[in-house]
């Protein structure tokens, strides 16, 4: 058979980038598919430089319209009247949950997906997380280990550009980071008095894909500390597939991208028992269209590329492409994720600091490490959060009006501290993705959503959130403020799973390479591969095994294996 | 009897040209017949803004316009302020609903000012209509912990103070704004009399 091309790509987020970049630059003719529209690196960041009185709604956006077109977007609180056009269309884009679920599915459909809208933070994962499904039991165990993905990590994280600062944490990992950003005066200060009472406690800066030194070669400026990165940047200082992988990618001359698309199905060859392309439906004139390719790789987001292969069944493959284990679809996750504490911090009020840090702070995990210590959950969980002083905004919760009350909310507010934790999510098999009985405008069946945070999800936000109080009042602070229910599922914005790695054919869908055990030349290296979901943000690591897939698919094809 | 849209629309044209704001910032587009405020409600959104935010150094909120704002605001249902409502007042009062449920605030506002003003809150002197707010807001925000069932004017003070400080005069001149800081200053003395900045955004949100 003659294909068109070497390899297709269905989606261009982080990871469809990722994959994009790889596999021209060693030489393959890819096709990159994408559902959303086009969006131009610094072309078409239309509200970048706009100022509050320049929108409508300065900024807070059209309710009403967010009410009618963006019923679950708007609750996520990166979603605004700047970053609205990131985002995608509810209405449009419907899908539906299970009768006790309440899942918010926060997404960007468009040229670079969330790599626009993602908060940047960029952690390895360590053996205490791909160690931890043997060690206690739940869900499959890994097939791969920290010292397989460390050079895996150098790489991506070298291109994508890291700033951080090293800790010698064993729970996560040191990486290969540019120069990290600075603590403020009051992270500085319970960083020391947290490592004073606990040394095994590590308040760093956030490890974020903000530059702190320019990647002139590729150009990218440093960070301008604006802190408005889901507008998009127009000095590439963060990470997006327009600022980073997409100009590698086309610069081979080998990349075709193709927007507007929403692909509807992977074809299969029973006979070969290969894949063979990819069909799509325009989504500005309805027409249906196909590509053919030696391999393809699912990038569409987690979610997104397991509706792809349960909608991809076939005769051969009656219950969704690639699944003859009969797990696809199972052991989706989302990192319980609630405010822990909000403190404020007396003591520092004749200091501040200048300029937007684009990153907070990051106390990693310290439960279940060498011990299994913590009460009724066997993971951790991290916090991310940060130190800031007040603005106007406290206005709103105090008493007063005219002019005293105005010059009060002239000056700087006080220093406060806000932990959020992101506990690990258990792989359990009822938590799931289903086809929906309806369809969407373009008539594919909606995903169907079954998910719930479990027992142990619930216990690690209480020990969080008591653990959270007495560092935070050991450390000088006086509690506002915590909680430890968490938000509904997908709050974490990491929701990942449904398409498991593992040993064994089985009782997995993935081969230790990304790969499907049942189709040879069919990879998919989003976050539907995660066996587990650490405590960590998953993006990094989803870019390693990316990298890592796309060398040994390319090996494959040299191999002549695909 | 309610402002005829053109007008209305046009007298907030007028307004941003008077202030060199642009336009856009106080268009109230698209908004419902239903929402369109009486001459007289627009008058007072605009006097409450006033009271909330005077003139100081630099100019009121009623002067940038923030009355109108708080009208589009509370028609779009900014700050949660087209959820549905309860029909009375934990006092028992009967409260003003749209046939959406959701509270008029306006209309709310309009009513209780005046009752404190003894039928016309428009008509008693600057001093009396100053005091009649401030008591308002301290019912509102009594000391110790939110009350569970938060008074409505609550939500309008919010809505007013965003539109005060996200206006050109309130974020960049009462504050400063400053959009490409260029680097960060992790730790400076912070002396007496130096303003914040409206462009601080974690600052905003998490005020
Ligand atoms: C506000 C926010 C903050 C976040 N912060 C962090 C963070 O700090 N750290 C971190 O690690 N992660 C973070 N995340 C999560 C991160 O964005 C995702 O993990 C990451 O983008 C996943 O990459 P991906 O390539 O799998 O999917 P995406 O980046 O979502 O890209 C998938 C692409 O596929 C396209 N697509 C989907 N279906 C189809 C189809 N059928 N046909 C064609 N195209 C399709 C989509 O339109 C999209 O462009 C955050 C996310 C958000 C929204
Ligand atoms: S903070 Fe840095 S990366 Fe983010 S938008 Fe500003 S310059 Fe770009």
Known sequence: MQHQFDAIVVGSGITGGWAAKELTEAGLKVLMIERGRKIEHQVDYDTETKAPWELPFRGLGDAALYA????????????????????????????????????????????GGRSLTWGRQCYRWSDYDFGANKRDGHGTDWPIRYAELAPWYDKVEEFVGVSGAKEGLAQLPDG???????????????????????????????????????????GRSHCQYRSICARGCSYGAYFSTQSSTLPAATK????????????????????????????WIETKTGARKAATARLVFLNAGAFNSVHLLLNSASEAMPNGLANG????????????????????????????????????????????????????????????????????????????TGAGFKDDLQQVGPWRMVLVTFAESLPRASNRLTLGKATDPRGVPQLEVHFAHGAEEHAALADAKEQAAVMMTAAGGKVLMGMDRPGPGGSAIHEMGGARMGWDPQTSVLDRFSRAHQVANLYVTD???????????????YMALTARACAHAVEQMRAGVI | MAVDRREFLSGAALLALALGIPVAAVRLSDMADADLPTARQRVLAREVSQLVIPRTGTPGAGEVGVGDFLILALAHGLDGSREPASASSPAGEPMPLRPDGSLDHLLWLERTL?????????????????????????????????????????????????????????????????????????DIPLTPGYRAWSSDWTAVEFG
């Not at chain 1, 449009?92 to 926060?106: H, I, L, Q, R």
């Not at chain 1, 009051?186 to 956030?206: H, M």
């Not at chain 1, 081979?252 to 070969?272: F, H, S």
């Open chain 1, 176 to 218: 290969h980071f540019q120069p990290p950003m600075a603590l403020n005066v009051v992270e500085q200060a319970v960083r020391e008095r947290i490592a004073a009472q606990w040394p095994e406690r590590c308040l760093t800066v956030g490890r974020t894909a903000n530059l702190t030194e320019a990647k002139e070669a590729e």
């Open chain 2, 114 to 186: 005046d009752r404190a003003g003894g039928g016309d809150f428009l008509g008693a002197a600057p001093q009396a209509r100053a005091a009649m707010l401030a008591k308002l807001d301290a019912t509102a925000f009594p000391p110790g912990p939110p009350p569970a069932d938060p008074s409505p004017w609550a939500l309008v003070k919010g809505l007013i103070l965003t539109g005060y400080y996200t206006s050109q005069t309130g974020a960049a001149q009462e504050l400063r704004y400053e959009l490409v800081p260029g680097r960060f200053d992790n």
């Open chain 1, 325 to 400: 284990s009969g797990v696809l679809g199972t052991h989706i996750m989302d990192h319980a994720n609630t405010l822990s504490v909000i403190a404020e911090f007396p003591g520092f009020s004749d200091r501040t600091s200048f300029g937007n840090r684009p990153t907070g702070i990051v106390i990693p995990r310290f439960r279940n490490l060498e011990t299994l210590d913590g009460q009724g959950f066997t993971r951790g969980y991290s916090y991310q959060g940060g130190a800031l002083q007040s603005g106007w905004s406290r206005g709103k919760r105090m008493a007063g």
């Open chain 1, 527 to 541: 976050g539907a591969q995660m066996s587990s979901s650490a405590c960590q943000n998953p993006s990094l690591t």
């Open chain 1, 68 to 111: 009618r077109e963006y019923a679950v977007q708007r609750k996520n609180r990166h979603f605004n009247e700047f970053t609205e056009g990131h985002f995608v269309n509810d209405k449009d884009n419907p899908y539906e949950t299970g009768a006790d679920t309440d899942f918010t599915w926060f997404r960007s459909y468009q040229l």
């Open chain 1, 252 to 279: 081979t001359g080998l990349l075709t991208v193709v927007t507007d698309a929403q692909v509807e199905k992977v074809d299969y060859d029973p006979k070969t028992r290969r894949v063979t392309g990819v069909r």
